[in-house]
């Protein structure tokens, strides 16, 4: 049987390094070693999950091992070298990066979708591809037959790595998230990268005390001993159901995958809800058992229709929680990463990250920042206010239907019925009217903005994250008269497309369980496919919900171009031995599409091993992801 050709990695060429101390880097001086490349993207919350992953087997494996983050990024805010400098601080990214900000690197390594991992042995050939998240344990297999093979061979080279750490910064706060008014009017706010919460006086400046260590961990207990892993969101609960439950404030501990509550008076912390693992299971409806159920990076929090309604970023969701009770579950959405309105439990949403009740109790608005859109939860329906989809996203005001934000993290419901939001990656506050209609801007300049907070006089406080500081808006900037209107840029997320040929094509998802695991039909089919498309007409067959993996469609000819919208899983299990733990691959593409004369009839997408059918290195093109990783099933 014929041996396949072994890809030689492509040399690694970008705008600039960070945490190398100013070297820039070639493969040639990665020789030896096994290297691992992270294609990420600052936004996507799928990639933050494998920078999570990869913590510990960069540690284990310190003297072997070096993981590159290349930067390929989605919006045009993340090309900003600046942003990419604070993103990778504000993560605690501990590895080298290279800015790949015209995704050069993205299509010689034939990337498809964030995050991708590329796996190079110490000789400088390509051995695996790996798209989305969750392969953690495969890796490390993966790295244990390296490490075993060039030992052998005499090619392995151990010592220390290229990773030079930047400066420590000296600020109050360190990359706030999000905030609240106590009752006393002092500031509660999440100090993500220092991994605690500040209580700040009412002029948002002076710090009265910090509530945990300030190093990434998930201990309860007093304030001065608790810690916490980039937590994010804070919902303060109505006082007869705090009497209940002993505590008054939940926190929203993103890293950890854990709800957290806080007694105000001692700082006390305790968990409330969440096992630290990361959910990877099924859709359901039924309340769980608050501390025996997985989350995934629950990102905000607000309560609405008698409970606490938390942002799950990392699915795509919003869950509840009843503190009394105990208990959560699903709330909205399918996990499917889209822009998709209707009845909870049937819509779509993309990486919900901001949560804010209008004053009369009656609409949820969310900030579902993936689709760079305001949306809200009204009588059981999702409904979409602001924005157009994963791949629309400017600065332009005016009618609700034409307007564009640019990755939204935070929405502050107004008493008079509008919303204001933290258009995060334009450095704005805008205003959305329902009476109109209408979006206009408030303020801009602003780096970051990720929450803001309504305070007792009627001021708006604006958390300016990346300028780590709280900033007061002026009073007149509330008002409609006080909006300006911006007929700023439009972008679209423009990666080059894939020719298909009109009529039938092929689509292939290629899967390759990790080492030591097997395909798991134990409960049912170990595959699924689900195809759609946008526009819908694109398709005239194979849209809909399948068990495999490959998939015959019809390509409309009178359909120029639109995006496919595909999501895959597959479930596999250890293999020979005694007590085999269970493991749950998935991926989203949003695959963008020509459709034109002569053109290939075959999409090969890469769910995990190596792509037999592009080869990484060709220079073949690639298509976006749409930030989903490999997660939970539907």
Known sequence: MATAPRVRAPELKGRRWLNTGGRHLTLPDLRGRITVLDFWTFCCINCLHVLDELRPIEQKYADVLVVIGVHSPKFEHEKDPDALADAVERYGVHHPVLDDPELNMWQQYAARAWPTLAVIDPEGYVVATMAGEGHAEGLVRLVDDLIATHEAKGTLHRGDGPYVPPAEPETTLRFPGKGVVLDNGNLLVSDSARHSLAELAPDGETLLRRIGTGARGRADGPATAATFAEPQGLCLLPAHVSRLVGYDLVVADTVNHLLRGVRLDTGEVVTVAGTGRQWRSTVDDHAHD????????????AWYDNRLVIAMAGIHQLWWFDPVKRTAG??????????????????WLAQPSGLSVSADGSRLWVADSETSAVRYVENGILHTAVGQGLFEFGHVDGPAAQALLQHP??????????????????????????????????????????????????????????AHRLTRLAPGALTAAGASTVDGPRHRAERRPTELRAGEVTLEVIFTPAPGQKLDDSYGPSTRLLVTASPPELLLTGAGTGTELTRQLVLNDS?????????????????????????????????????????????????????????????????????????PGT
């Open 290 to 301: 608050a501390r025996s159920v997985d989350l995934s990076s629950p990102w905000d929090l």
């Open 409 to 466: 993290l935070g929405v502050c419901a107004l008493p008079d019925g509008s919303v204001l939001i933290a258009d995060t990656y334009n450095g704005a506050v805008r205003r959305y009217d329902p009476e109109t209609d209408a979006v206009g801007t408030v303020a801009d300049g602003l780096a970051e903005p990720s929450d803001l907070l309504l305070t007792p006089d009627g001021g708006v406080l604006v958390v300016e994250s990346a």
């Open 559 to 631: 359909v120029p171009e639109g995006v496919l919208q595909v999501t895959a899983q597959a479930a596999t299990c250890d293999a020979d031995v005694a007590h085999a733990a269970c493991h749950l691959t998935r991926q989203d593409w949003g695959v963008p599409i020509w459709v034109v004369d002569d053109a290939a009839d075959r999409l090969p997408l890469v769910l995990r091993g190596i792509d037999a059918g592009t080869g990484a290195g060709t220079g073949t093109g690639a298509e976006p992801g749409t930030g989903a990783g490999a997660g």
């Open 330 to 347: 699903m709330y909205a959405g399918s996990t499917v990463e889209a822009r998709k309105d209707g009845p909870l439990a049937e819509a």
